[in-house]
């Protein structure tokens, strides 16, 4: 008889014994690959899991893409934009009633005490640039 046949007729016979087979080994695999990002200090010797979404940083450092880019957002001053939308579906005005805009004021006002001292630049601030901030309470005419 067949080593092949022989191993096929005994998995048909003991579907259970298989399929708890298959579920221990993906166990272990799914524990060997959680461990690192788990305790790293411990499992050092495996790869910790890191999701890195960046586009900069799936290009090399010395790609020359990625330094004419580094070099044009310094030189046009672009920095890093972040955007919050506020919903309000309680509220048959929508954002647009006193209590809703007076919550996104405070969230403006707090967002622009947002700075600290870059400690890439010794006389220079990173965090929130007041002068490129867009709300309701900064802006002369909201269409």
Do not use: C
């Not at 004419?68 to 506020?86: P, Q, S, T, Y």
């Amino acid at each position: 008889m067949k080593i092949g046949g022989t191993m096929t007729g005994w998995a048909v016979k003991r579907p259970r014994a298989i399929t708890g087979v298959m579920i221990t080994i993906t166990l272990i695999l799914a524990l060997v690959a959680g461990l690192p990002s788990l305790w790293p200090e411990t499992f050092s010797f495996l790869s910790p899991l890191r999701v890195d979404t960046d586009p900069e940083n799936m290009l090399p450092e010395d790609e020359p893409v990625r330094l004419f880019h580094n070099r044009m957002k310094e030189e046009m001053a672009l920095h890093d934009m972040v955007v919050v939308g506020i919903v309000n579906k309680s509220h048959p005005d929508g954002v647009f009633n006193p209590e809703t805009l007076g919550r996104i004021y405070k969230l403006t006002e707090h967002a622009r005490t947002l700075q600290w001292e870059d400690p890439d630049s010794p006389r220079g601030f990173s965090g929130v640039i007041e002068v490129d901030m867009i709300a309701p309470s900064m802006v002369e005419n909201i269409e």
